[in-house]
């Protein structure tokens, strides 16, 4: 995810950007050098170790995957607490479009970013008072886009290698390309980069069983993606219709719980009873939440599909999606689903 920082005029966009730089400072003001870290005695031993995995897969990013050589995920902080910043998501009752903001040097995006948790619920009490479906979700990483530094942080280190190496890929893709106001290509595509680049270090470790773990819960991603689009249609032509808003508001209602019993079957028969994606049906799903859902998804299986038109050649694969990224929309949409070679 960006960290989305800026201000237009008034008060509240002043004090947004406000507790951007501020939370951002805090942050960069506590790194330590990893390798520093790393040969310090007194570094706790799980530390040691998760840093040491990561200063390697650092390396493989730059090496293997042809990410940018610079100084970010080679520092640590540890933030103490579940998430680095809480993610605010709207959209109208009867709309998938989400509301989107915009900044300077990040463009426009649709959700707006918090380093403090009270501050996100009180802009999604907010919203959700003007008639609005919302959403709100911690983040664990975020990107600068190469404006500073980015460390790594005691977020990215809460579970195995290869959700650290996914993060690590991920936001160092956002350092290789982004394209002003356009999320879904942006996000996209690091999942992509994040996607191939996980299988290529599993492989080069070879890690069999990780890579075997890691296939699994792609394919259970891609399982969810579905759920979730074929009720996006679903409610997509529910909003279309001339209905009154209390019988669209029902309709609606239907098609998230149709959803839910969808993804029940799929647990308890496809999936073998596999519970990862409980909390999420189990809190409320609104259009926001879909939205949300929908942007760092779509869009994946035609960047793959360009990587493997070049090879898995990364130089190629970038110079590709950065051809496509130079077109204006919906011509870059288009030329990505199209795309039948490398060049």
């Not at 008639?131 to 195995?160: E, K, N, R």
């Not at 390309?177 to 680049?197: C, H, I, K, Q």
């Not at 890579?211 to 909003?239: H, P």
């Not at 998804?297 to 070049?310: I, K, R, S, T, W």
Request: proline share 4%; hydrophobic share 40%; with cysteine.
């Amino acid at each position: 995810m960006i960290m989305a920082s800026g201000g237009a005029t008034g008060c509240t966009s002043i004090s947004y950007y406000a507790q951007s730089l501020e939370g951002h400072a805090r942050i960069m003001a506590a790194r330590q050098d990893v390798g520093k870290l790393i040969h310090d005695p007194s570094t706790p031993a799980a530390l040691r170790g998760k840093l040491t995995s990561a200063s390697a897969i650092r390396r493989f990013a730059t090496d293997e995957l042809a990410l940018p050589e610079n100084s970010s995920y080679r520092s640590y902080v540890d933030i103490h607490r579940d998430a680095v910043t809480w993610a605010v998501f709207a959209a109208p009752q009867f709309s998938l479009a989400p509301r989107t903001w915009c900044f300077p040097v990040f463009g426009c995006v649709p959700y707006r970013g918090y380093f403090d948790r009270k501050s996100a619920t009180e802009t999604a009490v907010e919203l959700h008072g003007q008639g609005l479906d919302v959403y709100v979700t911690g983040i664990t990483a975020y990107s600068t886009l190469g404006w500073f530094s980015d460390p790594l942080l005691s977020t990215m280190l809460t579970q195995d290698d290869s959700y650290l190496a996914s993060l690590i890929f991920h936001e160092l893709a956002h350092q290789r390309l982004y394209v002003n106001g356009d999320s879904a290509f942006n996000e996209a595509f690091a999942v992509a980069v994040e996607t191939s680049g996980v299988r290529k270090w599993l492989r080069a470790n070879g890690d069999r069983a990780g890579l075997r773990r890691y296939e699994a819960d792609r394919k259970r991603r891609i399982d969810f993606l579905g759920l979730v689009s074929k009720t996006r249609d679903e409610l997509g032509q529910i909003y279309l219709s001339p209905r009154a808003p209390e019988q669209m508001a029902a309709a609606k209602a239907e098609a998230i719980d149709r959803l839910r019993m969808r993804y029940r079957q799929l647990r308890d028969k496809r999936w073998g009873g596999y519970r990862g994606y409980d909390a999420w049906f189990d809190s409320p799903i609104n259009n926001a939440k879909l939205a949300a859902t929908a942007v760092y998804g779509e869009q994946v299986p035609a960047f793959l599909h360009l990587f493997d038109l070049c090879s898995g050649d990364y130089p190629r694969f970038y110079a590709s999606v950065r051809r496509i990224a130079n077109l204006h929309q919906p011509s870059r949409s288009e030329a990505l689903k199209a795309a039948d070679t490398c060049d």
